[in-house]
């Protein structure tokens, strides 16, 4: 992992470190280089953020800091939010407007959700589930 500050030019004892040095050449590119990655990567979250919350992460130091702040603020799922996925998987019943291709995709898009939201869906349930939610749709 390379630095988020630039190499010393300065050895332990506080002596100049000679700028021809292999080594010291090394960290000063592999730091050069990093730094230009993470201040694209800094401009690029920057830009992707929303006027009204820049403030919040623009006194982020690095690309890594902004993007730890970033996942703490808006990654958590809730309890209620889990709950209405949740409910709504086990409620969802396939409109008479939908072919059935509509219908396993909207079943797969609600299975996915539940799993970003670290609620997994057993194989096994999924086909319940959509076996249950097509036969509800032959009940009408």
Known sequence: ??????PSDKDKDGKP???TIVQYQKSVKAFQDWSKKDCKAYFIMLYCIRDNLIG????CLTAKDMWDKLRV????????????????????????????????????AMACDLKSARREISKEEQVLNVIRALLSQLEH
């Open 1 to 6: 992992m390379v630095a988020k500050v630039p």
């Open 17 to 19: 470190i000679d700028a």
């Open 56 to 59: 919040e992460f623009e006194a």
């Open 73 to 108: 603020g808006f990654s958590q799922t809730s309890l209620t939010r889990l709950r209405i996925l949740h409910l709504k998987w086990m409620h969802y019943k396939m409109d008479s407007t939908h072919t059935v291709v509509e219908h396993l995709r909207t079943m797969s």
